[in-house]
Nanobody
Framework: QVQLVESGGGLVQAGGSLRLSCAAS????????MGWFRQAPGKDREFVAA????????YYADSVKGRFTISSDIAKNTVYLQMNSLKPEDTAVYYC????????????????WGQGTQVTVSP
């Protein structure tokens, strides 16, 4: 079993920055893919970014490319999402996920999920 705990969400003005953290514990294998997804009210959960723990592959959604950066610290079993130049449309609950299928952008292909952290961007 893998446990994922997100932190770092909050309220920020447009143009501001936040850094989300995802602490992994349990049987969080270094071979897993790690992803960030988000879900706004009334919308489907959507892909934001994903990577391997070692960083040999990294993918971003077009909507966040150039503004968000995903990274990992293997020693701390933690994955980060640095979010810069935030926009009101980035407002959502952000979820960390882990799964065995590398390179996936599909939520259903991730097996383990955190509880989510709210990010609110005001105009």
């Amino acid at each position: 079993q893998v446990q994922l705990v997100e932190s770092g969400g909050g309220l920020v003005q447009a143009g501001g920055s936040l850094r989300l953290s995802c602490a992994a514990s349990g049987r969080a294998s270094i071979t897993f893919a790690m992803g960030w997804f988000r879900q706004a009210p009334g919308k489907d959960r959507e892909f934001v970014a994903a990577m391997s723990w070692t960083g040999n592959w990294i993918y971003y959604a077009d909507s966040v490319k150039g503004r968000f950066t995903i990274s990992s610290d293997i020693a701390k079993n933690t994955v980060y999402l640095q979010m810069n130049s935030l926009k009101p449309e980035d407002t959502a609950v952000y979820y960390c996920a882990a799964g065995r299928l590398h390179g996936s952008r599909v939520p259903n292909e991730y097996e383990y999920w955190g509880q989510g952290t709210q990010v609110t961007v005001s105009p």
